[in-house]
């Protein structure tokens, strides 16, 4: 392999948050209950392909995509049909299956990667579902497979408070993820960006895919930050993103026929009593992943994903199907702070030098989940642009999409953003604007437009 | 202790709910609320955790920063009525008079400002703002001690109502709300505003301070070069700030003081703060090599208004430009037309006011092409695929 190219990020702000998961592979105790959350896969209209009482194997469909049949989201267990849950209008919340623990497969037949085209890898991924867990830029939701995508970003390790460690992750499971990306680099060109930490991780990767280090705070695991410095998205073109792990997916279904969705899940937080990782299929009921490790019931938040990205949940919830931890952190709502604004508050976390988390030099913190401010207009500038690291205006591209003019956001870069590039700005903002959900609505009020 | 605080708040809340006695002070209530109480919201959607930052921390740090400019104001106001009386006074007796004349303004510009500011938040339905609690406490520092309070009081009105909430509040206006009151009072009331009989406090109070003569003047250093004549006033006067001026601007000590702490705490740009230093140094430096000014170039800095805007009001995150090149910009024109209009305008001695305000209108303009720059460099990439 030649040397990767080294690309040096300044922006960015790394959070250190106290319960870590611990480098050790643990199994659920119990798992009975599993469900598949349609809005997981965002951009799918789903159109369910069972019902209450069918029997499914690991790989059958639970629903395609309305727009595309072909485009389907695959079973990760064995079992029955339990119930189809719906909300207003009929929209499809949750589809879940009572597990048989048999994880009996449905077989697709082993495939010979390097005897393949791109329209060949395609097909099969849409036929063994995997082809769900792909996402484009633009907009940031599920890909569509009949766009011609210039480039398939994969990044190898994220930067956020809390994420799991791909390093560790991808232990006993490098064959599969190479596989993967062999069969991706059919489709398009494939780009891997990876920390300086997994230098010589990847060595034998396949020649198509082109490995770049990314060496600078978070977010530069995000493969939005990774895009725009070496692929930048403009009007009309189509970039493919997918998580490192559900490389590890396809990899697994290539090689053995069968579809295997099981994730190495990063349960972590200050409110969990052992934080560890742990192997289970996707869609896990969240009481049985975290049964008997939280240290209390009352007052903690659960996050499907972590506490920058991550979404609220709660005990009677399911592991959402792209998510690679579990958090649990406080609340806060049981805590009155008298004068806070003022005091000089030791233990928490600010990059404003008026508290003093810079004395305290690499310290974890156990933040809650408290806002900890009023909402107001934007007051301070450039808070943003210091922990953004794309060549992007981010405070004016959020004006733009707080005004709705659909120009300006073109020009000024949406094409190229997630909601996730805006986390950590949206955790510094003094002004506590909700900036993922801001950059959503804007992808959305943009994609409606143009369809 | 946060406990009997919550209680208390938890009791007298139903008067200030829908259909409570009080209802029309929900947002006084809920204002003191969350001043004492840090509100235990937490976040729905988003991220999880956030920064400890709010906008009630910057303001009171910036507040906190101007506190050494406002002591020092008050002090200087007793020693220069001292002075012109011609009296002996000791350091306490000097600064209890200062600290009593100024401190009617403080009270007045408080409840002045304030006031506006609950009633618009009860209007908008929205929370109190912090911004006023920055601009109440400079109000005072930006004027002659002689100015009456009630001119002060139209002035913050005007500039309250017309100036920040027409616009949408704090973080929607374009000009500094302070200097726009202060341009106010300097364009409708000249006579108290500049010239040489509104710098020394002349009046008694309870006993303190010696009351001057109504023909008593003294015209400030730069009001002395203005008139053309050569100044007396040393160099370590200039820097202390024992001369006459507006309250808070005489102490390039005390406001470095206060520079030092807004550029710790990074809620002032070192951006603008320095390009307005550098600006102006420049554009005086080369006055003075045309013989142009009686003055050196950093005697142009150390007197006036020059440090206290290049400090306070320059780096009004605000009002001025917010994009990273056009900081640079924003405030080495500052600096730059602070001098032009001191050395080549006849009629005003002081500059920095009128160059702030001036740059506020052009901030906007100065970050358009900062942006435009970003949106041609993407739109070029397209077009070179």
């Known amino acids: ?451 | 202790m946060s406990n009997i605080i919550k209680k208390y708040f938890d009791k007298i809340r139903p008067n200030f709910e829908e259909g409570g006695k009080l209802q029309s002070l929900h947002s006084v209530f809920e204002g003191m609320e969350t001043f004492l109480l840090i509100p235990n919201s937490t976040a729905s959607n988003g991220v999880s955790i956030h920064d400890s930052i709010d906008s009630k921390r910057i303001m009171s740090m910036v507040v906190i920063a101007l506190i050494p400019a406002l002591l020092f104001g008050m002090y200087n106001i007793g020693y220069q009525n001292y002075l012109a009386a011609g009296v002996e006074g000791s350091f306490i007796e000097m600064f209890a008079y200062g600290f009593l004349q100024l401190l009617p303004k403080i009270v007045v510009s408080y409840l002045v400002g304030l006031g506006i500011e609950f009633i618009f938040a009860q209007v908008k339905h929205e929370e109190i703002q912090e911004g006023y609690l920055v601009t109440g406490l400079m109000m005072p520092l930006i004027l002659p001690i002689n100015c009456p309070l009630w001119m002060m009081a139209i002035a913050i009105a005007f500039s309250v109502i017309l100036v920040k909430e027409l616009f949408g509040g704090t973080g929607m206006n374009i000009f500094n709300v302070a200097l726009a009151a202060r341009a106010f009072l300097f364009f409708s009331y000249p006579t108290k505003m500049s010239g040489d009989a509104v710098w020394i406090a002349n009046n008694q109070i309870f006993g303190l301070g010696n009351t001057l003569p109504d023909t008593y003047t003294q015209a400030t250093p730069l009001g002395v070069v203005g008139g053309g004549s050569d100044i007396t006033t040393s160099l370590q006067d200039m820097v202390v700030g024992l001369i006459p001026g507006s309250v808070g601007e005489t102490s390039v000590i005390a406001i470095a003081i206060g520079a030092v702490i807004l550029l710790w705490t990074g809620i002032a740009s070192w951006k603008t703060m320095l390009s307005v230093f550098v600006g102006g140094a420049l554009t005086a430096w080369a006055f003075s090599v045309l013989d142009m000014t009686p003055i050196t170039w950093y005697e142009h800095l150390f007197l006036g208004g020059f440090c206290f805007g290049a400090v306070f009001m320059a780096t009004d995150p605000v009002t001025s430009a917010r994009t990273e090149t056009g900081k640079y910009i924003y405030g080495f024109l500052i600096g730059f037309f602070a001098i032009l209009i001191r050395v080549l305008n006849p009629g005003y001695p002081e500059g920095m006011m009128l160059a702030i305000l001036l740059m506020n209108i052009f901030a906007a303009l100065i970050d358009y092409f900062v942006v435009d720059h970003n949106i041609s460099m993407r739109a070029k990439r397209t077009i070179k695929k």
């Open chain 1, 1 to 451: 392999m030649p040397m990767a190219k080294e690309i040096k990020l300044r922006k960015g702000l790394d959070i250190r948050l106290k319960g870590v998961a611990n480098p050790v592979k643990k199994k659920p105790t119990t798992q009975k209950v599993f469900a598949v959350v349609p809005d997981d896969f965002y951009g799918i209209k789903p159109k369910v392909t069972v019902h209450e009482g069918d029997k499914v194997l690991v790989g059958d469909a639970l629903f395609v995509s309305k727009q595309n049949e072909e485009l389907k989201v695959v079973s990760p267990v064995s079992g029955v049909i339990e119930r189809i849950n719906r909300g207003e209008r009929r929209k499809v919340l949750s589809i879940e299956i009572v597990s048989d623990g048999k994880q009996e497969a449905k077989d697709f037949g082993k495939k010979s990667v390097q005897d393949m085209d791109a329209a060949s890898v395609k097909a099969f991924l849409l036929e063994t579902g995997m082809f769900a867990f792909m996402k484009m830029r633009p907009y940031d939701v599920t890909a569509v497979p009949t766009d011609e995508p210039k480039a398939i970003f994969v990044s190898a390790f994220s930067k956020m408070p809390l994420s799991a460690d791909f390093s560790f992750v991808v232990k006993g499971q490098e064959t599969c993820f190479l596989k993967g990306l062999e069969a991706l680099s059919k489709i398009a060109k494939v780009y891997l960006g990876i920390s300086p930490e997994q230098k010589g991780l990847f060595d034998s990767v396949s020649k198509d895919v082109e490995v770049t280090i990314f060496d600078g705070p978070n977010p530069s695991g995000n493969v939005g930050v990774q895009i725009n410095h070496l692929s930048p998205v403009n009007k009309g073109e189509v970039v493919w993103t997918i998580g490192a792990e559900e490389v590890i997916f396809i990899g697994r279904v290539v090689l053995t026929g069968k579809v295997d969705l099981t994730r190495t899940i990063a349960v972590a937080g200050s409110e969990v009593k052992e934080p560890v990782y742990v192997d289970t299929p996707i869609g896990i009921a969240v009481k049985d992943l975290l049964a008997g490790n939280l240290k209390k019931q009352d007052h903690v938040r659960i996050i499907n994903g972590n506490p920058l990205v991550g979404s609220k949940t709660n005990i009677d919830g399911y592991l959402g199907a792209k998510v690679t931890e579990v958090c649990v952190i406080p609340e806060g709502d049981d805590i009155d702070e008298v004068l806070g604004w003022i005091r000089p508050r030791f233990n928490q976390f600010s990059v404003n030098r008026s508290y003093f988390s810079w004395l305290q030099g690499k310290k974890s913190y156990d933040l809650d989940a408290r806002i900890k401010g009023g909402q107001r207009h934007i007051i301070m500038s450039g808070e943003y642009d210091r922990v953004f690291p794309m060549d992007i205006f981010a405070g004016y591209l959020i004006k733009a999409i707080l005004v709705g003019d659909i120009d300006r956001m073109e020009q000024l870069g949406i094409y190229e953003v997630a909601p996730e590039d805006f986390a950590v700005a949206e955790f510094v903002d003094s002004s506590k604007l909700e900036l993922q959900r801001i950059v959503r609505e804007g992808l959305d009020m943009l994609r409606k437009e143009m369809s």
